[in-house]
Every structure is written in C-alpha cells, then in structure tokens.
C-alpha cells in the first residue's frame, strides 16, 4: 500500500478545504516553527492517540524532511485513516514561504 505523497502547495490547497495537518516531529523542533494550522503529537506517541485522530478527513502527515512522517502516514493508513505525506517536510514548506509560527523569537528554521 502505497501513501500518497503531496507538495506543500497542494497540502495548502487541501488545508483550505477539510484536511487536516499532523506534525509528527518532537516538541523542540516544533517550537522551532510550524504551520499554525498544524496540530502536534510526536511520531513516537502516535500510538497512544489514534482516538484523538478525526475518520473522516484527511490526514497530512509532516516532519522536518518526510521521513518520519512516511512512518506515520503508513501507520495511520494501516489502521484505516485517510493519509497523505509532506513531500520534503516543513523544510519545503518554510522554503516556500507558507505561513509558520515560533515559540521561540530566536528561533531559527533551517
């Protein structure tokens, strides 16, 4: 089973519609800078909140790069969920200048 892979502007284009965004990165690499749409549950918690996970929209899964989020987008297909990976994680998606926020003012996304 193949998961579909999407650029971040398609995942824009989805976002405006009822797709949803899961970081899967950890909580330091989040405060770094996200997607301000995005929610948070660390790749290695995954598990432990599939019930919090909505059915019926999609999922687009996000990391630093896509790797991590790969593991979750096939994990979550695996368990019946509507998926999608950030091709090129939130570093296509900081190059391409969409919308983030920090937690921390010196903050540097690289």
């Known amino acids: 089973m193949t998961v579909r892979e999407v650029t971040p502007s398609e995942a824009l284009e989805l976002l405006d519609g009822d797709a949803v965004l899961l970081d899967v990165r950890q909580e330091n690499e989040w405060e770094a800078g996200h997607a301000p749409m995005a929610s948070l549950i660390p790749l290695a918690e995954l598990a432990d909140h599939l019930d919090e ?9 996000a990391c630093r790069s896509g790797g991590r989020s790969l593991r979750a987008a096939t994990y979550l297909q695996e368990n019946g969920f509507e998926v999608a990976n950030l091709a090129g994680g939130m570093m296509a998606w900081f190059a391409d200048d969409f919308p983030f ?10």
Do not use: F, M, Q, T
Not at 53 to 61: E, F, G, K, M, T
Not at 101 to 110: G, K, L, T
């Open 53 to 61: 996970l909505p059915r019926d929209h999609l999922i687009i899964c």
């Open 101 to 110: 926020e920090s937690e921390n003012d010196d903050a540097v996304i690289d």
